[in-house]
């Protein structure tokens, strides 16, 4: 696997892309548990659409996921000058203010969301969290690589402490709180009217080490062109005082971010692993 990402780090970004995309479509047709998985989700979150519009966004979105795999070579492999030739970045606020509040960049599973983070890390010193994988060796590498530009990878269940402390000192922490990782430390909210398991963590560190959330998403460019990493302000009013509005004010953001490319949002994802008591299982 790592001689293959090697060789598509240094194909033509294009052919990649395309190479990518046409294996996705050839994946769809066959049966598998994570189609099964990403056509619940789409029929949870969008009821009102045909079934030629489901199969017609589930098939987009394979497309989508396998390109963002063969893009891995270049993501993981590629130089930094590379990889900004990729990347359109438009930031609402001052990515250089030397007076920056502590802050956390808020990023969501869009297929992109791994250039979007080992960008900025070319850019500015920070520290991403990143949730352990089941196999050593490949987990090994993907924290090896993300981080290759200076980023400080921190796993997910480190303590809050050292989190809130490295917030303090200026350095700004990535990480991402829209996956269902249980019911500890989240709770139930509404994503597109289905009660989702959301962390909390994020209005929790917030409150902390009162620092400012700054959400950012990256897309895929059409045609080829490569990504758009945007930056947005900071979530006004936030954190609050309670963990819950906080959270259902984070999927609300995500919801007006997926309806602009739905096909591009992690959909292969449980995103409805954990149910509310007494709610039967939907996968």
Avoid at 111 to 122: A, K, M, N, P, R
Avoid at 141 to 163: C, D, H, N, V, Y
């Amino acid at each position: 696997m790592v001689a293959l990402l090697r060789v598509l780090s240094i194909l033509p970004y294009g052919l990649v892309a395309r190479l990518g995309s046409s294996l996705g479509a050839l994946l769809y047709r066959l049966p598998s548990s994570r189609k099964r998985i990403v056509h619940v989700n789409l029929r949870l979150c969008f009821p009102d659409r045909s079934e030629r519009e489901y199969d017609d966004l589930a098939r987009n979105h394979f497309r989508h996921v396998i390109r963002s795999y063969f893009e891995r070579g270049i993501q993981w492999f590629g130089s930094a000058k590379s990889l900004l030739k990729l990347v359109d970045i438009e930031s609402r606020i001052d990515l250089d203010d030397p007076n920056a509040p502590p802050t956390i960049f808020l990023g969501f599973h869009f297929v992109s969301i791994e250039v979007g983070c080992i960008l900025y890390s070319t850019q500015s010193p920070a520290a991403s969290l990143y949730t352990r994988m089941s196999n050593a060796r490949l987990c090994a590498l993907a924290k090896r690589q993300r981080g290759r530009f200076g980023a400080e990878m921190i796993e997910r269940s480190t303590s809050a402490r050292k989190i809130v402390g490295l917030l303090r000192s200026g350095k700004p922490v990535m990480l991402a709180a829209d996956m269902d990782h249980g019911i500890h430390n989240s709770v139930f909210v509404p994503f597109f009217g289905v009660p989702a398991c959301t962390l909390t963590s994020v209005s929790r560190l917030a409150r902390l080490a009162h620092a400012r959330v700054v959400p950012f998403v990256t897309e895929v460019l059409p045609d080829y062109r490569g990504y758009k990493l945007t930056i947005f302000e900071p979530l006004g009013d936030f954190p609050s005082e309670c963990d819950t509005q906080d959270a259902r004010r984070i999927n609300e953001f995500l919801e007006t971010q997926i309806r602009k490319c739905p096909e591009q949002y992690y959909w292969v994802h449980r995103r409805f692993k954990h149910r509310p008591p007494g709610v039967p299982s939907v996968y």
